[in-house]
């Protein structure tokens, strides 16, 4: 079928775009502009215009009209398939963002190194965009509101992005469904990172569901005996498992299980589908097991341990002590280093670990050395002001293209401890990867390892790294593993948290905050470390200040620095 007027001139227009966001000719990518105005003008369909008559249309001179007919012959324009290919798929993405014209995108891309719309999101929550020329705060504002509608629009969310709107339908539904049974259930339940509908197992009947989600203006979009799910204006799948009274908690277990996790259960003596159950307890104490709470159902490791302990030990948000990881703005932060001590004062915390961005990293306001003497004396000032609370001299430190960090040792023996990452040239092989991690491992300097892969989940994949050989060094060298609670981030995965513990590491819970608000995603952080089995003991920042101290004391023993 010939290409209509309107997708011809979208070819002209992308190609315009894509030339202004590379830099190139301006006066090519305005003339490619105007092409693709005058066509969509032309009420005749292209394809049904003779090539001699189509160079005497209005707006359409010699060039245009040449490719005009490479596309209605091809059903391609090879000067744009040209640019695409050079161009990083995200950047298409960011041209659906309001606001975001090819100029500005270009300025995000080239100044920034950001390719997709999850990382200017991650780069508009650290506040970085007001430090480009021609974002102030309120484009940030306006271009973070702006992505966050085009997300709520593609169907996968972060944990975080749905939590809000998930409580809040339960709670409504749970009024209209009255006496019925109803729960939440699958991924939401187990508190899985990324969330693709909303599921949920009820007694209520298949008929109510779908009148009432009807007369809300929703779509049924499948339906048999067993389940109904529904799409309302919010694009979120709603997915209802109908259940009998006497079977509720059983397809409740089964729902907020992974497959293998229910199949490894059904197989253990005892399990009979058709004993009476008023709780998921009940029916693991019918084959005598500790109750598996969902969040670890992902794993069948957990089914084996059920048999012997319980879960009690298993981190909760009220086991962290301080707050680790956070930028303040002396770098691309929000706040005060003093407002956010008060604040983790009035959070009940003891203590706050300051770690600002390091030279390297100047599209942060990276510390220079002179800068870093300077906020030390700062925090000498308010410690003496806020004691016994106390705030830590950090760095989150640049490891760079070698694997080294960006200080010199002398520098770096000045703070209370170092946290190592990787932010610039994410774009690399295993080898190079594990080169340059391992390398800042072993700098006696690096106490903690930041977001080892690097990766915005829904975003960017992260270099690739051997998980088992990194947490391995981590080990021999005495360096935490962060678990970086920021829900774009959540790196380390939590899948590898299991294997880390049985190494012998301590991984440590940060939100990477760059604002008093940012210290809730410690929340987030919690919940993805709850699906590794990690327990607070296992956890530096459920450390107590005095176990805090010790620990950094203890190392700078053994490191001898």
Known sequence: MPLDNYAIADQFSLLAKLMDIHGENSFKSKSYSVAAFNIEKITTPLHEISPDKLFTLKGIGESTGRKIIEILDTGKLQALEDMLLKTPPGILDLLNIKGLGPKKISTIWKEMGIESVGELLYACNENRLTLLKGFGEKTQKSVQENIEFFLRNVGSYLYAQIEGYAHQLLAGLANAFGDDLLEITGDFRRQNTIISKLEFVTTKSIDFIGDFFSQQNFVVE????????????????????????????????????????????????????????????????????????????????????????????????????????????????????????????????????????????????????????????????????????????????????????????????????????????????????????????????????????GRLLLSRKGYPVDHKEIIKACVENNVVIELNAHPSRLDIDWCFIDDAIAQGALISINPDAHSIDGFHDVKYGVLAAQKGGLTREKNLSSFSLAEFEKFLSDRRIAKKI
């Open 222 to 453: 499948e339906v048999n005996q067993e389940m109904i799910a529904v799409k309302g204006p919010e694009n979120i799948l709603l997915v209802f498992y109908i259940a009998a009274e006497e079977n509720f908690y059983y397809k409740l277990l089964e729902t907020s299980s992974a497959p293998e996790f229910y199949e490894a259960l059904q197989k253990e003596k005892g399990w009979s589908a058709s004993n009476k159950a008023e709780s998921e307890n009940d029916i693991f104490k019918s084959i005598h097991f500790n109750f598996v709470p969902a969040y670890l159902r992902d794993s069948t490791a957990f089914i084996e341990r059920a048999k012997q302990k319980d879960f009690s030990d298993i981190i909760h948000v009220s086991d962290i002590k301080g707050i680790i990881h956070n930028h303040s703005n002396w770098s691309d932060g929000v706040n005060t280093v003093e407002e956010m001590a008060k604040a983790c004062i009035a959070q009940g915390y003891e203590y706050l670990v300051i770690s600002d961005h390091s030279k390297t990293a100047a599209y942060a306001k990276g510390l220079q050395e002179d800068r870093v003497r300077e906020q030390h004396l700062y925090i000498d000032e308010l410690n003496a002001k806020l004691h016994p609370f106390k705030i830590f001299k950090s760095i989150e430190s640049d490891i760079l293209n070698d694997g080294s960090l960006d200080y010199s040792n002398e520098v770096l023996a000045t703070f209370d401890l170092v946290i190592g990452s990787v932010h610039q040239n994410l774009s690399m092989p295993e080898d190079k990867a594990m080169m340059r991690l391992l390398s800042a491992i072993r700098n006696p300097y690096t106490t903690i390892l930041g977001h080892m892969t």
